[in-house]
């Protein structure tokens, strides 16, 4: 069984930052693609940020300049530093993995229960 377990949302003033972490723990041969997604109260989810296991990044448009991902694969972790928060950044944000849980498994899609995060004005 494979879990995500998200960490670090809150609520933050504009211009704040805040830093999510999402660590994967369970039955876990090896992880491809790691992503953040975000969901505001009414809207669909939306792709913020994506990691391959080379480290390279995508960005979606309002978050380049703003919002870092990175990865530890030694720890099957994640984090999305997030720095000059605005208000339209609330959401929920989820951690999103893909994994394969042995050698003989196919790859599949992993969610975390998300983390709420809140920016003031």
């Known amino acids: 069984q494979v879990q995500l377990v998200e960490s670090g949302g809150g609520l933050v003033q504009a211009g704040g930052s805040l830093r999510l972490s999402c660590a994967a723990s369970g039955d876990i041969y090896n992880i491809r693609d790691m992503a953040w997604y975000r969901q505001a109260p009414g809207k669909r989810r939306d792709l913020v940020a994506s990691?391959?296991?080379?480290?390279?990044?995508n960005y979606e448009d309002s978050a380049k300049g703003r919002f870092t991902i990175s990865r530890d694969n030694a720890k099957n972790t994640q984090y999305l530093q997030m720095n000059s928060l605005k208000p339209e950044d609330t959401a929920v944000y989820y951690c999103?993995?893909?994994?394969?849980?042995?050698?003989?498994?196919?790859?599949?899609?992993?969610w975390g229960q998300g983390t709420e995060v809140t920016v003031s004005s």
């Open positions: 990691i391959s296991t080379s480290h390279s990044t």
């Open positions: 999103n993995a893909v994994i394969q849980e042995s050698l003989y498994s196919g790859w599949r899609d992993y």
